[in-house]
């Protein structure tokens, strides 16, 4: 199930015709407040979310939804500004796309965004053993990341795929295009906004990060060594 969160009825019915045509299900609201009714009655695997709501702030509604909910979430919107697609990515969305659009990019988008969803989903369910690194400890099932220190937190699906990758190949340089795989980043920087996401869960000081360094104009390092356990 896909959700529609658009103020213009247009929109909504330009984005589900299209969607429906390659078999998604597809629900369409006008108001941020009908769409965390349904959300919270049926989650979807993805929300496509259009800024300018009348009810309520586009980004908060992006803030609520990645901080509650293990589900997509792609911003479509007018607003073209390099600070706002940083805002919207920082917040936790997966991926931008600016009106005017391709209504067969957008579909190109979410069918990457659903595959990478359903298959994180479907790694995690397989992968049962626990990751320990630095003081922390990773459980892919949860998607949780908690320290010796007391610290807890629960990473996106986005988060876990750049997370995981450098668990299972640690101390070893990787770059952004094997850590972002199939995923359609709206633009050059995406992968550096997704990664200060997951420093933010892993590091002490996210400015000056210890765990997971930048090489510069090559791509990123776990420098510790990571054991798993059952």
């Not at 009714?37 to 939804?65: N, S």
């Not at 940083?86 to 600016?98: F, P, T």
């Not at 969803?117 to 790694?123: G, H, M, P, R």
């Not at 550096?192 to 869960?201: A, E, F, N």
Request: proline share 5%; hydrophobic share 35%; net charge neutral.
């Amino acid at each position: 199930m896909i959700y529609v969160i658009d103020d213009e009825k247009d929109i909504c019915q330009l984005v589900s015709q299209e969607l429906e045509q390659f078999g998604y299900h597809v629900r369409s609201f006008t108001t941020g407040a009908q769409a965390c009714h349904a959300i919270r009655t049926r989650p979807p695997v993805l929300c496509i979310i259009d800024l300018g709501l009348p009810d309520m702030d586009g980004m908060e509604l992006v803030k609520q939804l990645c901080e509650l909910h293990s589900i997509g979430v792609m911003i479509l919107s007018g607003r073209n500004s390099v600070p706002d697609k940083v805002l919207g990515l920082e917040l936790g969305a997966d991926d931008y796309i600016v009106k005017p659009f391709v209504p067969r990019e957008l579909v190109a988008r979410v069918n990457s965004l659903v595959r990478r969803i359903t298959n994180s989903e479907t790694q995690a369910k397989h992968e049962t053993r626990t990751a320990r690194f630095a003081n922390l400890s990773y459980d892919p099932k949860t998607l949780s990341l908690s320290s010796t220190d007391g610290r807890q937190a629960e990473l996106s699906s986005a988060e876990h795929d750049l997370l995981i990758k450098l668990l299972k190949t640690p101390k070893t340089i990787l770059s952004r295009d094997q850590l972002m795989g199939d995923s359609t980043g709206p633009f050059d920087r995406s992968i550096d906004v997704r990664m200060s996401r997951v420093r933010k869960k892993v590091e002490q000081d996210p400015k000056n990060p210890e765990i997971i360094k930048t090489i510069y104009g090559v791509g990123y390092i776990l420098t510790t060594d990571v054991s798993w356990h059952n």
